[in-house]
């Protein structure tokens, strides 16, 4: 079955760094190429932080969190990573990981993917 776990959240100061994970089911990595990590905050709609090509590592990013976000995966464990730096309390927000059938040429489109999973809080204080 299509399925996404998201974990890693947790409360940092500005300046400090996370990692948040995301694995996927068999299924999910085997019809879904393009893995992405989302953010929401409370009244605001869901935005693109980055995706990931499972099947050639091609990435890219939202440009406010280019340079201090890496997305990558570790294939055997179906699972997607986002490695956040330089944390700012802007980048507060419930972390959502997606997935969707086909390459990521459309970029970070929230109605193009079609799983997801729940979200994990990330919490940046100043």
């Known amino acids: 079955i299509p399925m996404l776990a998201a974990s890693g959240g947790a409360s940092v100061q500005a300046g400090g760094s996370l990692r948040i994970s995301c694995a996927a089911s068999s299924y999910t990595y085997r019809t879904d190429n393009c893995l992405a990590w989302f953010r929401q905050t409370p009244g605001s709609e869901r935005e693109g932080v980055a995706f990931?090509?499972?099947?050639?590592?091609?990435?890219d990013y939202a440009p406010f969190v280019k340079g201090r976000f890496t997305i990558s995966q570790h294939n055997t464990q179906r699972t997607i990573y986002l490695q956040m730096n330089d944390l700012e309390p802007e980048d507060t927000g419930a972390y959502y990981c997606?997935?969707?059938?086909?390459?990521?040429?459309?970029?970070?489109?929230?109605?193009?993917?079609?799983?997801w999973g729940q979200g994990t809080q990330v919490t940046v204080s100043s």
């Open positions: 990931i090509d499972i099947t050639d590592d091609a990435t």
């Open positions: 997606a997935s969707r059938a086909g390459n990521c040429g459309s970029g970070l489109l929230v109605d193009d993917f079609t799983t």
